[in-house]
């Protein structure tokens, strides 16, 4: 059974910065499109940004990618999302996710429903 567990959120000031991690177990992660979500309350759930399963293809929400940095080691079945100049509308419950049907690709990435594993989440608060 695949499992996906996040780590590293928690609470931050304006223009900090935190790093989370998410460990895949059950199945080898390098056969998974990995995906990065996050949902604040009363918002839907929005795409930050996906990685393939080589890491040769990186996506990113425009909002984002010039802060936001995502990473995989395929040897340790884990992504690493590294979130940096943190701001108080980053605040949200990050989500990781794997898609095993099919890898990453820019018209896709960001669609939620493509990903069939995720992790119950990390809290990310940033305070002003």
């Known amino acids: 059974q695949v499992q996906l567990v996040e780590s590293g959120g928690g609470s931050v000031q304006a223009g900090g910065s935190l790093r989370l991690s998410c460990v895949v177990s059950?199945?080898?992660?390098?056969?998974?499109?990995m995906g990065w979500f996050r949902q604040a309350p009363g918002k839907e759930r929005e795409g930050v940004g996906s990685?393939?399963?080589?890491?040769?293809?990186?996506y990113y929400a425009d909002s984002l990618k010039d802060r936001f940095t995502i990473s995989r080691d395929n040897g340790k079945n884990s992504v690493y999302l590294q979130m940096n100049s943190l701001k108080p509308e980053d605040s949200a419950m990050y989500f990781c996710?794997?898609?095993?049907?099919?890898?990453?690709?820019?018209?896709?990435?960001?669609?939620?429903?493509?990903?069939?594993?995720w992790g119950q989440g990390t809290q990310v608060t940033v305070s002003s």
């Open positions: 059950g199945y080898t992660s390098s056969r998974f499109c």
């Open positions: 996710a794997a898609a095993s049907s099919d890898d990453c690709y820019a018209v896709s990435w960001s669609m939620s429903r493509r990903y069939n594993y």
């Open positions: 990685i393939s399963t080589a890491g040769s293809r990186i």
